[in-house]
């Protein structure tokens, strides 16, 4: 289907209003000031929306032209176009205008101004059709009356460019719209994205987007980056002490039910959530139950939001570590010794068996260090109770606990294209024994990064993952731990280094162009402060001196941010309130 890109003129394209630019070039400043002077009053009954946009401009045109010949007026604009209007062009809107055309969008303008000068301008600039005021003329003598259905100005813009193209909506896919005033907000309305020029800069107008798990920090990351680029952020969550829903981007907050506890009347209030926004929102499923309802679920929500997710097939690779190993393995991904066994019994048998000098055991399906045991830990726990809680597990060759953790992050459109990637290492962690990096920082790896987008092609993906790597100093390599397939927890490293992930993800799932991202900043250093590395410390036997731990402890904090002290505020009091209800305290090794 067609694309098309609508500009308002004045203002927008302009530096500044062309109709009385227009007028203060062909007559004069002295006279512009002297005649707005005397029409003050109509001007101010205009401004306070007492008089209508075309009266006003009438008897302001009226003063200049009425009873004049329309060729002098025609030859007063060839004058303005020629020598004065390129010089209120804003040139980063017509930038703008350039990347469209050569993208093949249809170009249009629609103006309260007269066609007289922007036709010609216009024309000479790639634009397929303008669309104008107009004012009455007379055997070539100009009235200057206005009519109000003439007026291309407020609800009448919408109305004539209807009038234009009356199937709009039905004859193109996609609907860019430019404006900079309230008054442009009915066809801004109508497009699919819409931008609000202010000073020269673009703000997106009715973009929603729906941030599920709101709990979490990676949650709390992505409201951030879409809430500074205009985005109205959703945020939904199983409790009012949702980090996120408290962040001064959050736009609405909405509390439904816990999917794992209630799952009916999780579905009723969460299409509730996506039918009554007022835009059809970008999907971030943030956590991985919540991915894996959107993905058995897509009939009921793919008319409802824009969402990046992978095949089915890949997504049940991805979320279970025994099939994420062995579909690896086919490609000769190097993995640590990985074991299946069927029961706890054939567990506990490989478990006396295997000369393996450390091991781990980890359930097929989980995030985080949850349900991990570690080697001689296994031998104090009930195995069987173990399988029964956790379902089935796989028995691992533990990596020496020096071996460096590397993290590679993706981002692949709907072609299962590259548009991004970012790796980063492990410095410290939480639980000490292996668990999420409370420490890390952004590094080249340029290995792992092939690796990585090689495993995640295979699985043909499109949206987000991370890929989890440890150097095994046994065989002098790299081995893959697991595919997180959805927004990590360390995100806020990567936004900080010039790789926005959620802001990329929100524009691939609008099918907008984005450029790809291949260099970024290795200076940060990234900290899970509240409580992941307050608890490291606690519990870390070889800590380092106190004043070294409090070296940048709010610069580097991924919870600090200066714009949005409140969500800052909200890391600490809702974890600190929710550590009372022991139902989350899971969620501190996570």
């Known amino acids: 289907m067609k694309k098309i890109v609508i500009f308002d003129f004045d203002n927008t394209i302009t530096k500044e209003d062309s109709f009385n630019d227009f007028l203060k070039y062909t007559f004069g400043k002295k006279k512009f000031y002297l005649t707005m002077l005397k029409k003050c009053i109509k001007i101010m ?8 946009n075309a009266k006003v401009k009438t008897d302001i ?32 809107i017509k930038d703008i205008i350039v990347q469209y055309q050569n993208k093949k969008y249809e170009m249009v303008i629609l103006s309260a101004s007269f066609k007289e000068w922007i036709e010609p301008w216009a024309q000479s600039n790639g634009f397929n059709m303008v669309i104008c005021s107009s004012f009455a003329i007379s055997n070539g003598i100009i009235n200057g009356k206005i009519e109000e259905k003439n007026s291309c100005y407020g609800e009448n813009k919408l109305r004539m460019l209807l009038n234009y193209i009356p199937n709009i909506d039905k004859e193109y896919s996609e609907i860019i719209a430019f404006g900079d005033s309230k008054s442009d907000k009915y066809y801004l309305n109508k497009a699919t994205t819409a931008f609000l ?63 794992n506890q209630d799952e009916p ?45 992978p095949p089915k097939k890949s997504m049940e690779i991805a979320l279970s570590k025994s099939l994420t190993v062995r579909h690896a393995q086919k490609i000769n991904i190097p993995c640590p010794k990985t074991f299946y066994p069927k029961n706890a019994q054939e567990l506990k048998e ?122 095994n100093p046994n065989i002098n390599d790299y081995v893959l731990m697991e595919i997180n397939p959805r927004f990590w927890g360390s995100l806020e490293l990567a936004v900080r ?30 900290r899970w402060l509240i409580p992941g590395d307050i608890l490291r410390y606690l519990t870390k036997k070889d800590r380092e001196s106190f004043k070294k731990f409090c070296k940048g402890i709010f610069k580097n904090s991924e919870e600090w941010d200066k714009n949005d002290k409140r969500g800052f505020f909200a890391s600490i009091w809702c974890q600190g309130l929710l550590i009372l209800n022991p139902k989350y305290w899971k969620y501190i090794r996570k």
Not at 64 to 82: G, R
Not at 431 to 460: A, C, F, H, M, Y
Request: glycine share 6%; with cysteine.
């Open 45 to 52: 009954l205009y401004k306070t929306n007492l008089i209508s």
């Open 61 to 92: 045109f009226k003063a200049f032209y009425k009873n004049k010949k329309y060729k002098t007026y025609q030859t007063d604009c060839e004058n303005y176009v020629k020598n004065r209007l390129n010089d209120i062009i804003n040139n980063n």
């Open 197 to 259: 020029i202010k000073k020269g800069n673009l703000k997106p107008i009715n973009e929603y987007a729906v941030v599920t798990d709101g709990l979490w920090r990676k949650s709390l990351s992505a409201i951030r980056s879409l809430g500074k680029k205009g985005v109205n952020v959703i945020v939904t969550g199983d409790t009012h002490l949702s980090t996120g829903m408290w962040s001064r981007y959050c736009f609405k907050r909405r509390k439904v039910s816990n999917l």
């Open 265 to 309: 009347k999780f579905r009723e209030k969460f299409l509730e959530i996506l039918y009554n926004c007022p835009k059809k929102p970008v999907l971030f499923p943030m956590e991985e139950s919540t991915i894996l309802w959107c993905s058995q679920n897509m009939e009921l929500i793919k008319n409802l939001c824009y969402i990046l997710l």
């Open 350 to 471: 490989l478990i006396a068996s295997e000369e393996m000098s450390d091991y781990v055991i980890k359930p097929y399906h989980g995030s985080g260090s949850a349900g991990l045991l570690y080697g001689s830990e296994s031998k104090d726990v009930n195995l069987n109770e173990h399988w029964n809680k956790y379902g089935d597990l796989i028995l691992q060759e533990r990596i020496p606990a020096q071996g460096e953790g590397v993290g590679v992050s993706v981002i692949f459109d709907r072609n299962h294209n590259v548009k991004a990637y970012f790796a980063h290492k492990r410095i410290e962690q939480y639980p000490n024994s292996g668990g999420p990096s409370t420490q890390r920082i952004g590094i080249e790896n340029k290995d792992l990064v092939n690796k990585s987008i090689k495993l995640l092609k295979s699985l043909n993906w499109v949206g987000v993952a991370m890929v989890e790597w440890k150097y």
């Open 497 to 526: 280094s010039g790789v926005d992930f959620p802001y990329l993800y929100y524009q691939i799932a609008k099918n907008r162009e984005v450029s790809k991202i291949i260099k970024y900043d290795l200076n940060y250093n990234c």
